[in-house]
């Protein structure tokens, strides 16, 4: 069987795995959309479908609003133990409400998850391990290093034994237990328990092109650790492989014995590299070698298309490369947004409703498009290098200079939109490019109706160069509005560590209270 890499498309980095019998559930950054930390299910770990967010409610957690983007929540770990799930992450505020690191938990992934439990130790790309001693232990990545520190759990339980509230105490001093081999900002550590050693893996190198996983072992917990003979075990570096950046691991064993590993990692749209999908989630094959140290992919390489006879894939037909695997709709129908959809920062999904006819109305926040404050906008992750995606748009009761649109959004100083607004009374369809401190805003027609439908496409133009293209119609017939380069909204232009979105959204632009801008559906259709 032949799967093709990657296994979760689109902006879903630093992926974390736990197996529980014939299933496995993974969990993803999200830094500043919400709701946070998607939460996803399979069982032959190609075919996956989200089942929920581990910060699904606003008073759960502060997203810190007005500080640069990608803050917020950074490297999920997810482990499964004695009936319970454990998320534990950080939240990345540059000193706001609720940073540092916390526990979720819950003893069914489909539904909500508990308030976060806080953690009194510092770092980020926190993770937990169980030992078989009934012992907890915390590793994280500070101050150059990966450390360790041993946790204790205090339950409340039901009449039926069920937990209802848990708290968390650190009840041994930080010890550094490895600095890696030398790469820089050695981090996304987790630990294992393998025929009796303890393994350590970690990512070196940073999350960009140098990206590299490296593993050590000992006998006892706290060390010393032993760097494998062969680091690093895993990298795409100075490869010309169309995978980049491969980092950021764990490893998960199936029920027939083999084992797996899912990382980051990117797919670069041109030379030098550059890439808007944001860090995606990749599938890699695993063995151990005679000395007991892990053959991780082809000879520590990551492909793209992967050839496998495993038990485990046995039949599977891989659901993200069929026709209905690309297609996305939404009518907007239902009691609540679907899981696809982000807001930017945990308060701004009060200015998003459902019409009971279908439909989604969004109300203008004083915010622009570009400020970095709440904004009434709500986005869908790009998937794909090439797209097409289409809305309609009434706008009756927009004011004058509010304003409602389709964009593509890498954040909010590099993003293209096609926007209905009032100028002087008179209706228009404008077209900007916010790139950094350039910004160009372009008049392209009048407009006689409240509705208007409007399109984006991501495609290659006649030099092979990848570009955004919108357009609106008029009589039945698509007519081009404008767009722009690619590669200006891309993680080596403008961004750190997010990817692109396609966005719908609506700004009072100055003005508060702007009355309701209705977006009657939403399609996508992925490509390549």
């Not at 927009?398 to 009032?422: C, P, Q, R, W």
Request: hydrophobic share 35%; glycine share 10%.
């Amino acid at each position: 069987m032949e799967y093709i890499n990657p296994i979760i498309s689109g902006f879903y980095p630093d992926p974390s795995i736990c197996r529980v019998g014939d299933d496995f559930y993974l969990v993803n950054s999200s830094f500043e959309y919400f709701p946070g930390i998607p939460v996803f299910h399979s069982k032959d770990l190609i075919n996956w479908e989200q089942i929920g967010h581990c910060i699904s409610r606003p008073e759960q957690l502060t997203l810190r609003q007005g500080v640069p983007n990608c803050v917020g929540i950074y490297a999920p770990t997810i482990r499964y133990h004695e009936g319970v799930f454990y998320v534990i992450s950080t939240n990345v505020a540059y000193g706001g409400k609720d940073e540092g690191n916390f526990i979720v938990w819950t003893d069914n992934p489909y539904g909500e998850w508990s308030d976060p439990v806080f953690i009194d130790l510092p770092g980020i790309d926190s993770s937990l391990f169980f030992d078989d001693d009934g012992r907890v232990y915390y590793t994280g990545a500070f101050d150059n290093g990966i450390f360790i520190s041993e946790l204790k759990f205090s339950y409340k339980y039901d009449e039926n034994g069920r937990v209802t509230d848990m708290s968390c105490d650190v009840v041994s001093d930080r010890k550094v237990i490895w600095n890696g081999t030398g790469g820089n900002d050695p981090e996304g550590p987790h630990l294992y328990k393998i025929n009796g050693w303890y393994y350590l893996l970690i990512s070196e190198g940073g999350t960009e092109f140098c990206h590299m996983i490296t593993i050590a072992r000992s006998r006892d917990i706290l060390g010393e650790y032993e760097s494998c003979p062969r680091n690093p075990v895993f990298s795409n570096r100075s490869t010309s492989l169309p995978i980049k950046g491969t980092g950021h691991m764990d490893i998960v064993c199936d029920k027939f014995g083999d084992w797996w590993g899912v990382c980051l990692g990117n797919r670069p749209i041109t030379y030098p590299f550059k890439h808007n999908l944001g860090r995606e989630t990749f599938l890699v094959p695993m063995v151990w070698d005679e000395g007991g140290w892990p053959v991780i992919g082809r000879d520590g390489l990551l492909d793209e298309k992967i050839e496998t006879d495993r038990k485990l894939l046995s039949g599977v037909v891989q659901k993200s490369m069929t026709d209905e695997g690309k297609y996305f709709h939404d009518d907007f129908k239902g009691d609540k947004l679907k899981q696809d959809w982000n807001f930017i920062y945990n308060t701004t999904s009060k200015y998003a409703s459902l019409d009971k006819d279908g439909g989604l109305l969004l109300y203008g926040t004083k915010s622009s498009v570009i400020s970095s404050d709440e904004a009434a906008w709500v986005g869908y992750r790009q998937k794909h290098h090439e797209f097409t995606a289409e809305t309609c748009i009434e706008f009756g009761d927009i004011f004058d200079g509010g304003e409602a649109g389709l964009s593509v959004y890498m954040n909010n100083k590099h993003h293209y939109e096609l926007a209905v607004t009032v100028i002087e009374g008179v209706k228009w369809l404008i077209f900007r490019r916010c790139i950094g401190s350039l910004i160009n805003e372009e008049k392209i027609t009048t407009l006689n109706n409240d509705t208007v439908r409007v399109r984006l496409e991501a495609l290659k133009n006649e030099n092979g160069e990848n570009i955004y293209c919108f357009s609106y119609n008029k009589d039945e017939n698509w007519i081009k509005a404008g767009g722009g380069e690619a590669a200006y909204l891309t993680t080596e232009v403008g961004g750190k560590f997010t990817g692109n979105y396609i966005a719908i959204y609506a700004s009072g632009n100055g003005k508060e209270n702007m009355k309701a801008v209705k977006f009657d559906m939403f399609d996508y259709k992925g490509m390549i």
